[in-house]
């Protein structure tokens, strides 16, 4: 475990910037705003290797120099607080004791892509996070860090609390800028991506919480420091939520290159009741089920982009030897539909088949033929719907269909090993 | 028409543009007892905001957070994600709904409370989870949500 972008959570006043000063807050703002050029910045944030830590783990420094590069007069920078992936919950732990760190991030990003105006788009859950951040904003204000002529130079920016209201699919981008023009969340079609047609047709910069939270410590250490920590391929820290069936559950901030068995079994504490682990979600629910073989497999984006596995939000689900695989994945794709936005159809009527033909399968009255109409569904679903929701979302069917193949085939011939379904009227199994 | 006057005041604290129309409905629906926003109120909203009220509705009944249908005066949101299924949220729906006496998605009859689930709202790390109102409640077994229902009637009562 390390603590190099929590270092701030918990130990400080979240709104005292005398606090946040004091222990090197700030510096990487100063530092870009009287020491470098906004490509300079850009380019300190691309040699760092820095990737998107909201689930697409896309290089940011090059998301900065997609909006740097356009010539329009207003830009926006955007803080996508919507940290609605289940069992995510690490954002709330840097917008609860950091604030400042976050919205120096923004600022940095502001200079560097030539933006003026910011909004933070806070999940509608998190009403709490919303009021500090409103505190912090004013803070800010009154000591010049925020406004016209930020620390007597010219340079500008301001910004806004959005709140949402409880769309999961509002996490994505696209969907995000329409939720905060005042419309319903649904993704738009793409391209033209936001760094060109963003908030209200401008380019517009949407970065994760702690994805800004990591950019005033590459500036005011530099890229070189900061690919200390990391792998070759994957640098710098993540921000883990660990849940499920784990005797210590909560946010750790973890060095890439540790493998899942290293979180499960030394930062966890292991299996709750020394139960056998079944299998581990990582990445939220539209993330992979990894079985027990993989534990040893370390969180770096190349090596598990070997084996067709995302990081995602970094959450881990760790799930033991008591839960049905079918009746997890019910449960799953039920999550889907509802928060589907019904724009493309492959999503809205993928989710909903992929249920029902579940339901049959644990009714009893599966064939064979239905999981190979499940990767079909599933297979067109990742490859053609609108957005990452769509995309994302049959990821743990056919995960599970190739790790717990045979535990599809039991329920197919009327048998629930875990006891949780009651295929063709057996008695349950476990009590 | 106090009512009116407090919304109005509402949207002109918020701002009367198009862009603000979530936030307004948020503040407008929590003064309701009943959790959501009526038919005559969005059609001021929508008036104010000079948009259509197909607009309007569209928001309302696209998020989750807002509703256009009266929900009890306590609201018990139980998460069905991921991280509370496998910590047994199931038996936490048992408990309440033996104790209400009402399905998921209904109301009791004194509007006392309704129940609903909802996705994850990020307390994983005490699931099983529930949202009662603002307030969450996590670690939950059976005998722990008896006594939070108790102490939810002592409240009103």
């Known amino acids: 475990m390390v603590n190099f972008i929590s270092k701030y959570a918990g130990k400080i006043n979240p709104l005292s910037l005398k606090e946040y000063k004091d222990r090197g807050g700030f510096q990487g703002f100063e530092k870009a705003l009287f020491q470098m050029s906004p490509s300079e910045v850009i380019d300190e944030i691309k040699d760092s290797n820095l990737k998107g830590r909201g689930g697409a783990s896309f290089p940011t420094g090059l998301k900065w120099q997609f909006v740097a590069a356009e010539g329009a007069s207003e830009k926006y920078v955007i803080c996508n607080a919507d940290e609605g992936e289940p069992g995510t919950f690490k954002d709330q732990v840097l917008l609860e004791g950091s604030p400042m760190q976050i919205i120096e991030g923004m600022m940095i990003a502001a200079y560097a892509v030539g933006a003026t105006k910011g909004f933070i788009y806070i999940r509608g859950e998190y009403s709490k996070e919303q009021v500090i951040f409103k505190n912090a904003i004013e803070v800010l204000r009154n000591e010049g860090y925020l406004g016209k002529h930020i620390l007597g130079q010219d340079f500008e920016f301001d910004l806004e609390v959005r709140s949402g209201a409880g769309a999961y699919v509002c996490g994505e981008e696209t969907a995000l800028i329409e939720s905060i023009e005042g419309n319903p969340g649904r993704s738009r079609f793409k391209p033209p991506y936001p760094p060109q047609f963003g908030l209200w047709g401008k380019p517009t910069l949407v970065n994760n919480v702690e994805t800004l939270a990591n950019i005033p410590l590459i500036i005011s250490g530099g890229a070189e420091e900061y690919k200390k920590y990391g792998t070759a391929s994957s640098s710098g820290t993540k921000l883990i939520s660990v849940s499920g069936n784990v005797v210590n559950r909560g946010v750790f901030e973890v060095e890439f290159g540790t493998t899942l068995r290293e979180i499960i079994y030394d930062i966890c504490g292991g299996i709750k009741k020394n139960k056998q682990l079944k299998f581990v979600q990582l990445g939220g629910s539209s993330g992979a089920c990894i079985p027990e073989s993989l534990l040893d497999l370390k969180l770096d984006f190349n090596v598990l982009k070997k084996h067709g596995i995302g990081l995602g939000s970094g959450a881990i689900l760790v799930v033991d030897e008591e839960t049905c695989i079918l009746d997890f994945i019910k449960m799953t794709t039920k999550f889907f539909n509802h928060e589907s936005c019904g724009k493309c159809t492959t999503c809205r009527e993928g989710n909903r088949h992929i249920c029902k033909i579940i339901d049959r399968i644990i009714h009893g009255n599966g064939a064979e033929r239905d999981l190979r109409l499940m990767i079909e569904i599933a297979t067109i679903m990742k490859e053609s719907s609108l957005c990452g929701l769509g995309q994302a979302a049959p990821t743990a069917i056919l995960t599970t269909l190739k790790y717990f193949n045979g535990e599809y085939m039991e329920h197919i011939n009327g048998f629930c090993r875990s006891g949780v379904c009651h295929p063709k009227g057996e008695v349950k199994i476990n009590g | ?157």
Do not use: W
């Open chain 2, 1 to 157: 028409m106090d009512e009116r006057k407090k919304i109005i005041e509402i949207i002109e604290k918020i701002g009367a543009t198009p862009d603000k129309l979530i936030e307004i409905l948020l503040a407008v629906q929590s003064l309701s007892h009943e959790h959501y926003v009526s038919e005559e109120q969005l059609k001021l909203i929508a008036q104010k905001l000079n948009i259509p009220l197909s607009k309007a509705y569209g928001v309302a009944s696209f998020y989750s957070m807002l509703s256009t249908k009266k929900k009890g005066r306590y609201v018990i949101q139980i998460c069905n994600s991921g991280p509370c299924y496998v910590s047994k949220a199931n038996g936490i729906v048992k408990a309440l709904e033996n104790r209400l006496g009402i399905h998921i998605g209904e109301i009791t009859n004194d509007q006392m409370f309704s129940m609903e689930y909802t996705s994850c709202f990020g307390a994983c790390h005490l699931a099983p989870a529930i949202k009662i109102n603002e307030e969450v409640y996590g670690n939950l077994n059976p005998q722990k949500v008896n006594q939070i229902i108790d102490k939810l009637i002592k409240e009103v009562v």
